[in-house]
């Protein structure tokens, strides 16, 4: 595999159409603003833990459910809620099959007219595979189990000290059950197949182009490292005047840190979009390579 030759095909495919991109934007947005939230409440747990707080989390807890009830913001707070899951758990397992469609439609197609809105209606087709699929692989999310091992640390310290090793080890062991599902979701979409067997395709397909699947699996994580190092930068600003704000908590100074903010949630947004569909596209091309490939394998061993 000429594995510069596929970076290359993919950042031109990502650049050269930016209506996929567009299409990745909105649960990108609501992505990385659910993620900056989480590590700022991840951080504020701790400084209340270790009393570097005037405020502690039971108290933090009061003040906003005193905001929304003395401002009449019940059915706002639980719109907004609602808004956000959707955005969070539904509207992304749609977009992951119309973003494969249109990726796939860009390298198999390139010369035939490329309309987006029958790519987001057949993307609904394979949003209950998807849901199914995510279902059945959340448990492996190295983010989900980051977030547990420092609930665990922040709650039960003492015990975390004995269990730290297994947590480490389920790490790694997720790892590599997510280097086997790699191609599963181009499975469900290019060819069809229920979630089992995609998972099986995939399964076999990586064990049969291991050290391909390795290399690709490493090159995204040194994209996706530069890419979180790059959004920590942009929203490490906002979170800290965030916090200081908050000190110095005054009405105005909330509302201009709280805009700030979002636009530089919307930047990080932008680029974490067009990441997405870059990532999309060379595990996409890597996926058509290597399938070829297998297939031809299967037809030589058959024969």
Known sequence: ?????????????????PRIKWLVLIPSFFGVLIFTIEIAWQLYLYMDKYELMDITAGEGYGMLLRYVAD????????????????????????VQGTLI?????????PDTKFLLRPKMLKGLEYFFP????????????LLSILFFALSLHRYFESLFSFVWPVIVAYAFVAMIINLFLSFAP???????????????KSAALVFTH?????????????????????????LGVPIAMLAAFTIFATHTAIILSLIFGLVLVSL???????????????????????KAEHDQIIAIDEE
């Open 1 to 17: 595999m000429n594995y510069g030759q596929i970076i290359k095909d993919s950042w031109h495919i990502t650049v050269e159409n």
């Open 71 to 94: 401002n009449s913001l019940w059915a706002v707070s639980i719109l907004a809620v609602l808004l956000i899951a959707v955005f969070m758990f539904i509207v992304p397992l749609w």
């Open 101 to 109: 469609l249109c990726v796939r439609h860009k390298l198999v197609s």
């Open 130 to 141: 998807f849901f199914k699929f995510e279902a059945a692989t959340s448990i492996f999310s």
């Open 186 to 200: 181009f499975y469900i979409v290019t060819q069809n197949l229920s979630t089992s067997e995609a998972i099986k």
């Open 210 to 234: 291991l050290g391909e699947t390795i290399t690709i699996m490493l090159l995204m994580f040194l994209v996706n490292f530069r890419m979180v190092l790059n959004v920590v930068v942009v």
């Open 268 to 290: 990080a947004a932008y680029l974490t979009a067009i990441m997405a569909v870059f990532m999309t596209t060379v595990w996409a091309l890597s996926f058509e390579i290597l």
